[in-house]
């Protein structure tokens, strides 16, 4: 097996194990003190290929934390020569080798996306679907929005801190949010779409938060 990638569950395997009823994932998202401790949290893998015509993905994990005002988000993508066209924010990410992250408030129809790639470029907006009330963030709150990038010769890792404000979200006020992280490459030479909660879904979509995981905020 390339080292660069690995099999996930596929579709039909899903339709076995669950039916009907998809088990959503659950995490708990705690206070860090520091920007570098992020590295130390566990890890969750983002490992479910929904579909079967796209089996394989880079393997790919995230970690999350609280720091100070802002959810932190740290993916590792094990992978040589990422896809990096993009190089402006708002510009088309999800076409490169892009890590997503999406949540919504309880008992609100509108949800975020955040989308990077390896330049650390982002596509970030609110919205009611994927192309449905698209609102996306303005200049200022792009900027708000820290980005650290990493490059190894057979790896590269993006850290964002995200600030609560931009999704209107307090720990104190909003402790549990409902979302999903992906890993994506719609124009990369192995096309690829993975996400840490499972999606039911004919064709890829991530735009569907009928299947977004619980993340609750300590």
Do not use: M
């Given at each position: 097996m390339d080292f660069q990638y690995h099999f996930c569950f596929n579709e039909c395997l899903m339709s076995k194990l669950y039916s009907m009823n998809v088990i959503k994932k659950r995490l708990i998202v705690k206070p860090i003190e520091s920007l570098e401790q992020i590295e130390t949290l566990q890890s969750h893998p983002i490992a479910f290929a929904n579909w079967v015509e796209y089996p394989t993905g880079p393997a790919t994990k995230f970690q999350i934390g609280l720091l100070d005002k802002a959810i932190v988000v740290r993916y590792t993508?094990?992978?040589?020569?990422?896809?990096?066209?993009?190089?402006?924010?708002?510009?088309?990410?999800?076409?490169?080798s892009c890590v997503e992250f999406f949540c919504q408030r309880p008992n609100d129809r509108h949800y975020y996306n955040f989308e990077f790639n390896s330049n650390g470029v982002c596509v970030a907006s609110s919205r009611l679907g994927q192309n449905e009330g698209v609102e996306f963030l303005s200049p200022e709150q792009l900027a708000s929005i820290e980005r650290v990038v990493k490059k190894a010769d057979n790896s590269w890792s993006l850290t964002a801190v995200i600030p609560l404000s931009i999704m209107g979200v307090s720990v104190a006020e909003t402790p549990i949010l409902m979302g999903n992280f992906y890993k994506c490459g719609d124009k990369t030479d192995k096309p690829h779409f993975l996400s840490w909660s499972p999606i039911v879904s004919p064709t890829p979509r991530f735009h569907c938060p009928e299947y977004f995981g619980k993340i609750k905020l300590v």
């Open positions: 993508v094990r992978e040589k020569n990422p896809r990096a066209v993009n190089t402006k924010d708002l510009e088309p990410v999800w076409e490169d």
